[in-house]
T-cell receptor
Framework: AQKITQTQPGMFVQEKEAVTLDCTYD???????LFWYKQPSSGEMIFLIY??????QNATEGRYSLNFQKARKSANLVISASQLGDSAMYFC???????????????FGTGTKLQVIP | DTGVSQDPRHKITKRGQNVTFRCDPISEHNRLYWYRQTLGQGPEFLTYFQNEAQLEKSRLLSDRFSAERPKGSFSTLEIQRTEQGDSAMYLC????????????????FGPGTRLTVL
């Protein structure tokens, strides 16, 4: 089974509208973390937002919020008031487990390409 | 600029040649990671360092790949006898993990090195 599933290969949104990017995850570890990254065409992965599995509140960072539904194992990213500069690939990622040396594996989804239309 | 830097940004090489990439992490970060990203996929974990110790390696890291972080600061990733299948974006990330407290351990990425093997 895929650890991280992003079912939307591509999305369009009108400028100034809100958009939700879907992410579901699969883990049996009670302690895990969920991340969203943005990757513009330049290639750099930009950290957007983090949600811990024990966090009671949904994470928010400016125009980004994470709709965390633990029972459904979903961690959707909501971008409010879309801007042209939001056009990029968006990756959901999960950190889980503890390997050797304290490393917790981070697994990325396949991404969603968001295009903001003027 | 205090972000993660990578050099070179682009590398074109002929099959069978050796290549080396460099990553300079955020200065106070003690953890460093290498990922490989192919078209249409999210980053895939290759290896992880805590300070100068290489503590985790993916099965993706064949014996042609070697990574070092000699003084716990910058890191190098070398690919020997390159193959066309090695063509990808190679991403470096760093994070700061202190003690055993739970926390995001957020990874911050560099701009990547795009490798093309002809």
């Amino acid at each position: 089974a895929q650890k991280i599933t992003q079912t939307q290969p591509g999305m369009f949104v009108q400028e100034k509208e809100a958009v939700t990017l879907d992410c579901t995850y699969d883990t049996s570890d009670p302690s895990y973390g969920l991340f969203w990254y943005k990757q513009p065409s330049s290639g750099e992965m930009i950290f957007l937002i983090y949600q811990g599995s024990y966090d009671q509140q949904n994470a928010t960072e400016g125009r980004y919020s994470l709709n965390f539904q633990k029972a459904r194992k979903s961690a959707n990213l909501v971008i409010s008031a879309s801007q042209l500069g939001d056009s990029a690939m968006y990756f959901c990622a999960m950190r889980e487990g503890v390997g050797s040396g304290g490393y917790q594996k981070v697994t990325f989804g396949t991404g969603t390409k968001l295009q903001v239309i003027p | 600029d205090t972000g993660v830097s990578q050099d070179p940004r682009h590398k074109i090489t002929k099959r069978g040649q050796n290549v080396t990439f460099r990553c300079d992490p955020i200065s106070e970060h003690n953890r460093l990671y290498w990922y490989r990203q192919t078209l249409g996929q999210g980053p895939e974990f290759l290896t992880y360092f805590q300070n100068e110790a290489q503590l985790e390696k993916s099965r993706l890291l064949s014996d042609r790949f070697s990574a070092e972080r000699p003084k716990g600061s910058f890191s190098t990733l070398e690919i020997q006898r390159t193959e066309q299948g090695d063509s990808a974006m190679y991403l470096c990330a760093s994070s700061l993990k202190e003690g055993r407290l739970a926390g995001p351990d957020t990874q911050y990425f560099g701009p990547g090195t795009r490798l093309t093997v002809l």
